[in-house]
């Protein structure tokens, strides 16, 4: 990418911050080591992230090198082993109905069929509505990933891309602020994959584009297309943060015409470079 570009890409990103939107989740200092049989394995080290409330950021990296274990920390459901994470100006003690989390494992309860997985989810975080109202907003979810003719099945019974659809629709039936997707369009085709992203940016439209979304992918143009930054993370142990990418693209973005322009390429570029800059062909 050429100096310009870089500087520009920088400022930017600066622009957003100085803008300010509030910060939303606030990585400090953050480590995380696990105890395992061979001994305390640290997967990230010092992790530093301000994400501002309704920014969507991606994380990238290779395959082991922390994303998850970082999402399950905004998430509360791995503690810190130093430092810590605000999320929505508390210090995170454990999972909360504010942030709701999409897993590359879809984590259905297996037992419910595809309509109450969403429903007993709806029912004990809206607390606040009536019956109607949340059988309403299980049905537009639901309607939403196009599952509503297979809402009486068992999630034995479904594709994996069918149960990672009503992952998303849980999480989205919920209407957390922050929103966290472990790769969550991951086990989708590409069709579907496409419907899924607008799905996601009409939600975030509808709230005023207010809704902080931290999304793990694999997938350099998805994170190009949906993200106002992208993070791009070391190999582990000790991960750390590599670069951080802003994508200073205008909303709202059109997949095919993106594809063409140069600010898109250089960010594709710098991307690939720092992802795969470690092999060459002879590897
Ligand atoms: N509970 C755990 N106990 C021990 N080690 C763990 C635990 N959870 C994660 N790890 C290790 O921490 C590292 C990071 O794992 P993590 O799942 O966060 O990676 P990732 O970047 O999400 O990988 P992928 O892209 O393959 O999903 C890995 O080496 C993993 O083996």
Redesign the pocket.
């Known amino acids: 990418m050429n100096t310009q570009i870089q500087t520009t890409l920088v400022d930017s990103a600066n622009e957003f911050h100085k803008l300010s939107r509030q910060t939303n989740i606030d990585i400090r200092d953050l480590t995380i080591s696990?105890?395992?049989p061979k001994g305390v394995?640290t997967?990230v080290k010092d992790i530093n992230l301000q994400v501002a409330k309704g920014e969507i950021v991606s994380i990238i990296?290779?395959?082991?090198?922390?994303?998850?274990?970082?999402m399950n920390a905004i998430s509360g459901m791995v503690k810190p082993s130093k430092g810590e994470v605000i999320a929505n100006g508390k210090v995170v003690k454990g999972p909360g109905p504010d942030r709701g989390i999409v897993f590359?494992n879809y984590s259905l309860l297996p037992w419910l069929s595809v309509y109450k997985n969403i429903f007993e989810a709806v029912d004990s975080v809206m607390t606040g509505k009536t019956r109607a109202e949340k059988l309403t907003i299980v049905e537009d979810n639901l309607k939403m990933v196009n599952l509503w003719e297979h809402k009486d099945k068992l999630p034995g019974q479904l594709s994996g891309g069918m149960k990672q659809r009503v992952a998303i629709a849980r999480a989205f039936a919920i209407n957390p602020s922050i929103l966290l997707l472990?790769?969550p369009f991951g086990a989708l085709d590409a069709l579907t994959k496409g419907s899924m992203h607008i799905e996601l940016l009409k939600l975030w439209n509808l709230d005023n584009r207010n809704k902080t979304i931290v999304m793990?992918t694999?997938d350099i143009e998805e994170a190009i297309f949906l993200s106002d930054r992208v993070v791009v993370?070391n190999n582990?142990?000790e991960?750390t943060i590599r670069e951080i990418v802003d994508v200073p693209l205008d909303r709202p973005r059109n997949k095919k015409a993106i594809a063409h322009d140069p600010v898109y390429m250089d960010i594709h570029d710098r991307l690939l470079n720092l992802l795969f800059d470690k092999f060459s062909i002879e590897d």
Do not use: I, N, R, W
């Open positions: 696990f105890k395992t394995y997967a990296g290779h395959s082991g090198c922390g994303k998850s274990t970082l590359q472990d790769e793990v694999h993370m582990g142990p991960a």
